[in-house]
């Protein structure tokens, strides 16, 4: 699948397989562990939302474990496969301009030259997160190849809303 037919897919049809986490990345420091039970089970049905229900049962396990481990839910076997650089931006799969630049800006600010973990998302400052998962990353961008010039995207938290009409 091309870099622009991964963009345009947003969350893949099929579950992908587990990623190994690089050994050499450079990794965030781990959250505190100070969620109750009941938040913790909060965080993984909300990370959940995503996705179709048939990977709930396998993605419940993996987001609890990255919840223990990291203190957070990256959602890492989601990560795009494709190479995270700003490219030029007639690469991009948009149907304007302005949001093939916005989609080279968050892929630039995601550069593992450029940022601080991110394989985190974190792109300075040890929390400043362009997302706070990789579904957002990737329903973020499927929204901007989508996106026309008279349209805004919505993002609540770093969540993606849709696009609304805008002048």
Same mark, same amino acid.
């Given at each position: 699948?091309?870099?622009?037919?991964?963009i345009?897919q947003?969350?893949?049809n099929?579950?992908?397989?587990?990623?190994?986490? $690089?050994?050499? !990345?450079?990794r @965030?420091?781990?959250?505190? &562990?100070?969620?109750?039970k009941? %938040?913790?089970?909060? +965080?993984?049905?909300?990370?959940?939302?995503?996705?179709?229900?048939?990977?709930?049962?396998?993605?419940?396990?993996?987001?609890?474990?990255e919840?223990?481990?990291f203190?957070?839910?990256?959602?890492y076997?989601?990560? $795009?496969?494709? !190479?995270?650089? @700003?490219?030029?931006?007639? &690469?991009?799969?948009?149907?304007? %301009?302005?949001?093939? +630049?916005i989609?080279?800006?968050?892929?630039?600010?995601l550069d593992p030259a450029?940022?601080?973990?991110?394989?985190?998302?974190?792109?300075?400052?040890?929390n400043g997160?362009?997302?706070?998962?990789?579904?957002?990353?990737?329903?973020t961008?499927q929204?901007?190849?989508e996106?026309?010039?008279?349209?805004?995207?919505?993002?609540?938290s770093?969540?993606?809303?849709?696009?609304?009409?805008?002048?």
């Amino acid at each position: 699948m091309t870099f622009q037919q991964q963009i345009k897919q947003g969350i893949p049809n099929e579950l992908p397989a587990v990623k190994p986490y $690089p050994v050499d !990345a450079n990794r @965030a420091p781990k959250r505190k &562990d100070i969620l109750s039970k009941a %938040e913790k089970q909060l +965080a993984i049905r909300n990370a959940l939302r995503y996705f179709p229900k048939a990977w709930h049962g396998e993605l419940a396990t993996e987001f609890a474990q990255e919840l223990k481990d990291f203190g957070r839910i990256y959602m890492y076997r989601f990560k $795009p496969e494709y !190479a995270l650089k @700003a490219r030029p931006i007639s &690469d991009y799969p948009a149907k304007c %301009e302005q949001a093939a +630049a916005i989609m080279l800006m968050i892929d630039n600010n995601l550069d593992p030259a450029v940022a601080q973990h991110p394989e985190e998302l974190i792109t300075y400052g040890g929390n400043g997160g362009v997302f706070q998962n990789w579904a957002q990353y990737r329903l973020t961008m499927q929204y901007l190849s989508e996106m026309q010039s008279d349209q805004t995207l919505h993002m609540y938290s770093g969540h993606p809303m849709g696009l609304f009409p805008s002048s």
